[in-house]
């Protein structure tokens, strides 16, 4: 069974531009999550997609938008890039049925905003 | 706002040693997950607590619910090397999907 994975691994932008993040969920996993964690602390919740819809949604701008496809793949889109947006960004998913009790983190990807 | 906080941030200790990280919140959670993550890879689930005053074991680790279901401890015994990463705990409200994260705890285990 392939775990969660996410692209790319390490990504280098400037201040003002558009990245896209993508990730592959856990074959069966039907509820994406995104996180943000910034260096030296913890997680921090962004949103979440069931069934290709937005499920919720944490204290982030509109800037920051997401997709989810029939396959349950995701994109992680962020817009007019700061530097405070600098951090590693998961992805995490969690199989049907079993609530969000359960999640299954990708590697992350690095993205370095100059 | 709902914060969980942990303590200590950071805990340096020799191997055989036995240690408890503290997690606290003044938020009622349904349920609680602690996670360990090393460099360069995502948070891995250790063990989620469901019930106020559950206690799991895992080895050597030993996590405790808080009955009133806002804090929660992990506690390893005799740690190893092993163990050195960044340990997390999480927590989501009844009728929410937004898991909150503690603000972790960077553990090394010395040799």
């Known amino acids: 069974e392939t775990g969660v994975t996410q692209s790319p691994t390490h990504l280098i932008k400037t201040r003002g531009q558009q990245v896209t993040l993508r990730c592959s969920s856990q074959s069966g996993h039907n509820t994406v999550s995104w996180y943000q964690q910034a260096l030296g602390q913890g997680p921090q919740f962004i949103f979440q997609y069931y069934r290709e819809e937005e499920n919720g949604r944490g204290n982030f701008p509109p800037r920051f938008s997401g997709l989810q496809f029939p396959n349950y793949s995701s994109e992680l889109n962020v817009n007019a890039l700061e530097l405070d947006d600098s951090a590693l960004y998961l992805c995490a998913s969690s199989p049907p049925g079993q609530g969000t009790d359960t999640q299954y983190f990708g590697p992350g990807t690095r993205l370095t905003v100059l | 706002t709902q914060l969980l906080e942990q303590s200590p941030q950071f805990l340096s200790i020799q191997e055989g040693e036995n240690l408890t990280v503290y997690c606290n919140s003044s938020s009622v959670f349904s349920s609680l997950q602690w996670y360990r993550q090393e460099p360069g890879e995502g948070p891995v689930l250790l063990v989620t607590v469901v019930t106020g005053g559950e206690v799991k074991k895992l080895k050597r680790l030993t996590f405790q619910f808080g009955d009133a279901r806002k804090d929660s401890s992990l506690h390893i015994t005799a740690a190893q090397p092993g163990d050195t990463g960044l340990y997390l705990c999480?927590?989501?409200?009844?009728?929410?999907?937004?898991?909150?994260f503690g603000t972790g705890t960077r553990l090394k285990v010395l040799a």
């Open positions: 999480a927590g989501v409200t009844s009728g929410t999907y937004k898991y909150i």
